[in-house]
């Protein structure tokens, strides 16, 4: 069964700092991953996906099979970061439904 | 861009009562899905729904739960006798199917059991 650990549940910086939620996974295939974001009185929303390898907002993220991570990079954090982070595995195999699992989230604030 | 919808966006309901919950998907998708989150809590997978049948569901998803697409559009999650552990923002998805792609989801109906 696969597996997604976000190990902070909170996470403060100063804007302007660097932020990075981290994110491990455990899944003995080979997984899509994704971080989504839920800004306040918001529904989730797709940020990234590995297999993008794109920028969006300036975050960033990298998936390390080796140490089996995918952590979120940002290099200057700004107030309007300020939500809930969750980072999902999809399942690629076939008869798959698909379906995403979930960490636990981390809520990040970042202050003035 | 087209949205997933939910309603109601808040439900309150008595123990053992039942409640449907209502979502429409992207028209053109062909995967459905319901997550629930209790609060504090993990998104939780609940349940997928591909060809017009359940094609995965967790163990969170035992007989109390169904789920249908009587319309083509609509697509429902059925709790036939509510209870207290129920209470929870029930999230739904909905996926084209194309590898990479994104889930999208709607903005949640938050189930009160009182």
């Known amino acids: 069964a696969q597996r997604v650990t976000q190990p902070e549940k909170l996470l403060s910086v100063f804007k302007g700092a660097p932020v990075e939620l981290k994110c491990n996974y455990s899944y003995s295939g080979s997984p899509e991953l994704f971080w989504y974001v839920q800004y306040s009185r918001q529904r989730l929303q797709l940020l990234l996906r590995h297999i993008s390898r794109e920028s969006i907002k300036g975050f960033t993220a990298d998936l390390n099979k080796g140490e089996t991570s995918f952590h979120l990079k940002k290099p200057f954090a700004q107030e309007e970061d300020s939500a809930m982070y969750y980072c999902?595995?999809?399942?690629?195999?076939?008869?798959?439904?698909?379906?995403?699992?979930f960490g636990s989230g981390t809520q990040l604030t970042v202050l003035p | 861009e087209p949205e997933v919808t939910q309603t109601p966006s808040h439900q309150v309901t008595q123990m053992g009562q039942e409640v449907i919950l209502r979502c429409v998907p992207i028209s053109n998708h062909l995967y459905f899905y319901w997550y629930r989150q209790i609060l504090g809590q993990k998104v939780e997978f609940l349940v997928s729904?591909?060809?017009?049948?359940?094609?995965?569901k967790s163990e969170i998803f035992d007989d109390q739960f169904s789920v249908e697409r009587p319309d083509g559009s609509n697509f429902t999650l059925k709790i036939r006798s509510t209870k207290l552990e129920d209470s929870a923002m029930y999230f739904c998805a909905s996926f084209s199917g194309l590898r990479s792609y994104e889930q999208y989801f709607g903005p949640g109906t938050r189930l009160t059991v009182t």
């Open positions: 729904f591909y060809n017009n049948e359940i094609s995965e």
């Open positions: 999902a595995l999809r399942r690629i195999s076939s008869g798959s439904a698909r379906q995403l699992t």
